[in-house]
């Protein structure tokens, strides 16, 4: 009886706990190149998961892209950071006939509670063009 009320607690536990594990964010769509103008254009891409978003950009001029610090477009409104499954970035004052390299990126939002927000984990494109 005693081994039988163990086995019964293991599952129990087994069960409780497999509920705990948490799966990684990930990109789930995109990212979709939209309104592609003369020198802007906006990069929609989708994550299962509540998160902020933002693309990294850089020419196409055979430099590793990793050799520098790229600029980051957040997806923001007035300044703060959009918590969403839905990343939309305008990216205005690129050059004409210049081609692009840029990668998305997301940073979950475990808990947003006024000013405290507490991040988890990331999830990014390998890299795209813009050409």
């Not at 995109?30 to 978003?53: A, C, H, M, R």
């Not at 693309?55 to 600029?71: G, K, W």
């Not at 918590?83 to 947003?112: A, C, D, M, W």
Request: hydrophobic share 35%; with cysteine; aromatic share 12%.
């Amino acid at each position: 009886m005693k081994k039988f009320q163990i086995l019964i607690a293991f599952l129990w536990l087994s069960v409780c706990l497999a509920g705990a594990v948490e799966s990684k964010i990930q990109l789930v769509h995109g990212p979709y190149l939209q309104n592609l103008g003369p020198d802007e254009v906006t990069i929609v891409w989708l994550s299962d998961k509540p998160s902020v978003g933002w693309v990294e950009l850089a020419p196409d001029d055979d430099t590793n892209f990793y050799a520098t610090e790229r600029p980051k477009y957040y997806d923001a409104r007035n300044g703060v950071k959009n918590t969403s499954t839905i990343h939309t970035v305008k990216i205005k004052g690129l050059k004409p006939g210049t081609n692009y390299r840029y990668r998305v990126f997301v940073q979950e939002v475990l808990s947003h509670i006024g000013h405290k927000i507490i991040y988890g984990n990331y999830a990014s494109t390998d890299g795209n063009s813009l050409a």
